[in-house]
């Protein structure tokens, strides 16, 4: 009974450290936008592809609202359709600063391209910590 409840404690720990670990696994390498971003979400990694050991990097294009919404969001290019879902989604659930009142915006369709990485992306620390 021991040893059960021992197995069961090893397989939690990992559990929780593949969770932990998968915050920093997805990384945004760049926007084509001028539009400021109010909310930025980073995609999950996918839990098949975390599982099977794939990476890949997927672009997303669409066009902000003048409320500073994304719509007309689709994938440009893709190493692996298993990413796309996750890059929307965080495209869709992100928002940009609304234009004011009379604020013309250039029209040009935005895009962000996501980096699936199984390697853990390095965090810059503010000056001074």
Sequence with gaps: MMLRS??????????????????DDVEQVDSSTDRVPLHTMIPDYPQVARRDRIEGEVQVCFDITRDGLPQRIAVRKSTNRLFE????????DSTWV?????????G??????FRFSLVPVQKDEPDGQ
């Design 85 to 92: 879902k996750p890059a929307r989604k965080a495209v869709r």
């Design 98 to 106: 609304p234009l004011k009142k009379g604020e013309v915006d250039a």
């Design 6 to 23: 021992a197995s069961r404690f090893a397989i939690a720990a990992v559990l929780a450290a593949s969770a932990a670990a998968a915050t």
């Design 108 to 113: 040009i369709k935005a895009c962000r391209t």
